[in-house]
């Protein structure tokens, strides 16, 4: 019989990359971590030991504790953290039953963590498509504590030396255009992302950010929608706050949605 706070591996998965997601945090030991230092999308790791000095940051969240099987790291902290009023589960079977499931995990190497292990990323100001589905993936599948920073073009890579930040879809830097692929296409191929409906979504984000609408149908949609974004808002961070909640509605599109239509009339309606 399943544990009353146990989330299966398949559960856990379709919560990821959506605004649903709870917080995953990966309690393995360094040495279980470090035969293979790949992390569940989104999850970040912290000591087992002071988990319970996480629970202010937790409070009014879900989290999902991890651990190498699921057995007494995981359910451990996620006993202590329930204590502090954390509404927390653990995963059945721990990273080991994600890894048997054939999920995906991110490199924690490719990931350019700040000493507290959150990321900081700078680029151009004034975004339209790249600039905001970068910052959507990132939030969703890497980090759901990035900041970014938006600055004029001139100043990215200066901005990005003396802040310690990373710069993103400018040139002659690792996280940019890649031949014909956009920075969203180099994004998904680095942090090793290979799920189909990114892929789908990618599509439509190059069709839209490199002018080929012939890519998808739904790229002039994307593009409409993205220019219509930068009009309505001068501030980039409200501006990116509100395409968060676009990104959101393609990715269950291109997941849950993309081969159901609609029309009018509805089916069996009568009438004008």
């Known amino acids: 019989m399943p544990a009353p706070n146990e989330i299966t591996p398949t559960q856990l998965s379709r919560l990821i990359g959506t605004p649903e997601c709870p917080a995953i945090i990966d309690v393995c030991i360094d040495d279980d971590f470090n035969n293979d230092p ?15 000095d996480l629970a202010p940051e937790l409070q009014g969240q879900k989290a999902v504790i991890i651990c190498h099987k699921g057995l007494k790291l995981s359910q451990g902290a996620a006993a202590l953290l329930r204590n502090h009023d954390v509404a927390c589960e653990f995963m059945q079977g721990g990273i080991s039953a994600w890894k048997n499931a054939g999920l995906p995990l991110v490199p924690v190497k490719i990931i350019p963590l700040q000493p507290d292990g959150s990321t900081l ?37 200066n901005v990005a030396e003396k802040f310690n930040a990373t710069p993103f879809d400018v040139e002659n830097c690792f996280w940019s255009h890649r031949n014909d692929r956009c920075t969203f296409d180099t994004m998904i191929e680095e942090f090793a992302l290979d799920l189909e409906p990114l892929h789908k979504l990618a599509t439509i984000v190059r069709g839209a950010d490199t002018d080929r609408l012939d890519l998808a149908p739904e790229a002039a949609g994307l593009m409409a929608v993205s220019l219509g974004l930068s009009r309505m808002h001068r501030d980039d961070l409200v501006q990116l706050n509100a395409g968060i909640g676009i990104y959101d509605a393609f990715y269950r599109w ?11 009339p509805a089916t069996g309606a009568k009438g004008s």
């Open 254 to 264: 291109a997941r849950d949605a993309s081969d159901e239509t609609h029309n009018w």
């Open 38 to 52: 790949r992390l569940i999308p989104s999850s970040r790791r912290y000591p087992f030991a002071k988990i319970q």
């Open 121 to 157: 990323w700078v680029t151009r100001h004034r975004p339209k498509i790249d600039r905001i589905a970068c910052p959507w993936l990132i939030r969703r599948f890497v980090d759901p504590r990035a900041k970014f920073l938006f600055v004029s073009p001139s100043e990215v890579l």
